[in-house]
């Protein structure tokens, strides 16, 4: 799990309710050791604002959305750091959405409790006015009422600024976009993905170059190919760069009532087989993995790949050798 999903699940799984003002402060101090602790392990820009008293409470020091500053002088700044940083043909849309983001947060008919996060996408000065930020905001709520917030800054692919969504947990199917037109909400459907979409989708995520994705899913290259082209239709995207970006920043679904290529088994080639990695073959790996065997040699007798056999190690298929762990936790000082 990347620290982009952990920081996520975590505080998705706020809010809490009905504390004290001691437990609130308990509850601030662990959220503060938190975000200094996973803060150091991505790159995009975290910062913790407090509506009640009108302040930031924490600023990571990575991200291009800091613009130079460190994160002592935006924490001073606060409020006063968005004119500084956001594009001047988009500060006056960034204070309208700051301001219908507080409001929907204090509306007594919003089903705060469900709120997982709200996005939208910005300029930021400076880049020609080229350069697009998403910014994810995360509400943190005490006792029904919106705190603070958590805000996680990262690289848009939007072409325009605006994009306000609103998503919810408990509705998978659907969010909410806010029209600057009518100043209103209006329910909108979620992209949905196949289940093959949906694993293609995963593993880009992890980074893996597209002829080990094909080798794992089973399919050829050029399937492969055909299938991004079909995300990053729906995704209105152009690149596999750009399909993880837009699913890091926005809710993706699979629908697994769709079938994967019902549509386009006339077009693409038969399908490879597939080289099952079953449990009898995990075990013989297992087996010569312990006695010191390299993953080339293993790879070529079971008729796999090495980045096959890694895969299974990331996921937990495969345990190094104790003796191995041993030594390298030895070599690396860790007790």
């Not at 893996?208 to 899913?217: H, L, Q, S, T, V």
């Amino acid at each position: 799990m990347t620290p982009k999903n952990t920081i996520d699940q975590f505080f998705e799984s706020l809010p809490v309710s009905e504390i004290t003002g001691r437990d609130i402060d308990a509850g601030m101090e662990c959220c503060l050791q938190l975000l200094k602790t996973v803060s150091h392990s991505f790159d995009e820009t975290i910062y913790l604002i407090d509506f009640h008293h009108s302040c930031f409470r924490f600023v990571s020091n990575k991200g291009i959305f800091l613009c130079g500053r460190s994160p002592g002088e935006v924490l001073q700044l606060g409020y006063d750091f968005y004119p500084e940083v956001v594009h001047p043909k988009d500060f006056e849309m960034v204070t309208k959405i700051h301001q219908v983001v507080e409001d929907y947060f204090s509306h007594p008919d919003t089903p705060i409790r469900d709120l997982a996060f709200i996005v939208f996408d910005f300029r930021i000065r400076g880049y020609k006015g080229k350069l697009m930020l998403n910014q994810k905001v995360m509400p943190l709520v005490v006792n029904n009422q919106v705190r603070m917030a958590l805000c996680v800054v990262s690289r848009s692919v939007s072409k325009k600024s605006g994009n306000l969504f609103a998503y919810f947990n408990g509705q998978e199917d659907s969010c909410f976009q806010y029209s600057f037109e009518n100043n209103l909400w209006k329910r909108e459907g979620l992209i949905e993905l196949t289940p093959k979409e949906w694993e293609i989708l995963n593993l880009l995520k992890q980074g893996m170059p597209g002829k080990e994705i094909a080798d794992i899913i089973g399919i050829t290259e050029k399937d492969l190919r055909n299938t991004q082209t079909v995300i990053n239709r729906k995704m209105n995207v152009s690149s596999k760069v750009e399909t993880v970006i837009f699913a890091n920043n926005h809710r993706v679904v699979v629908n697994s009532d769709q079938p994967f290529d019902q549509k386009m088994s006339k077009k693409l080639p038969e399908k490879k087989p597939r080289r099952n990695m079953t449990k009898e073959k995990l075990k013989r790996i297992q087996e010569d993995m312990n006695i010191g065997e390299s993953n080339n040699s293993i790879a070529k007798r079971e008729n796999v790949g090495e980045y096959t056999i890694r895969y299974h190690k990331s996921i937990g298929n495969l345990k190094m050798p104790q003796e191995i762990r041993e030594l390298m936790k030895s070599s690396s000082g860790i007790k």
